[in-house]
């Protein structure tokens, strides 16, 4: 007879975001390296972002976030809010853009959610 009992999933020793956070203050990452890093896809990579950079605003601390740039025109992309990659160059209209890199100031200390 079959056992009918749940699979116990994996002990994980810390959180996804827990892991980002600890990525990040280690070296500056896009996305994309996140992803791979942590084995997610590179969209659910951004909802995490954007609560770590949430719970960094209620400690007085905060995500940093090197914007995107367009490769055709060297287009900054300072003024906009949302994590992902942009789709085009509001100037050029090219859609070859390098990715926002995002980092945590170190401190030497872990961190938790």
Not at 30 to 50: C, N, R, W, Y
């Amino acid at each position: 007879m079959k056992d009918k009992t749940p699979p116990i999933p994996a002990e994980q020793l810390a959180t996804l975001r827990q892991q980002i956070m600890d990525l990040l203050a280690q070296q500056p990452m896009t996305a994309k390296d996140i992803s791979m890093a942590i084995g997610i896809g590179e969209k659910q990579v951004f909802p995490h972002l954007e609560h770590i950079q949430q719970s960094l605003r209620r400690q007085n601390r905060s995500l940093l976030v090197t914007p995107a740039v367009c490769k055709h025109c060297g287009f900054t992309f300072t003024k906009r809010e949302r994590l992902n990659k942009p789709g085009k160059c509001p100037v050029c209209r090219g859609e070859a853009i390098e990715e926002p890199v995002f980092s945590l100031p170190s401190d030497g200390s872990s961190f938790h959610i």
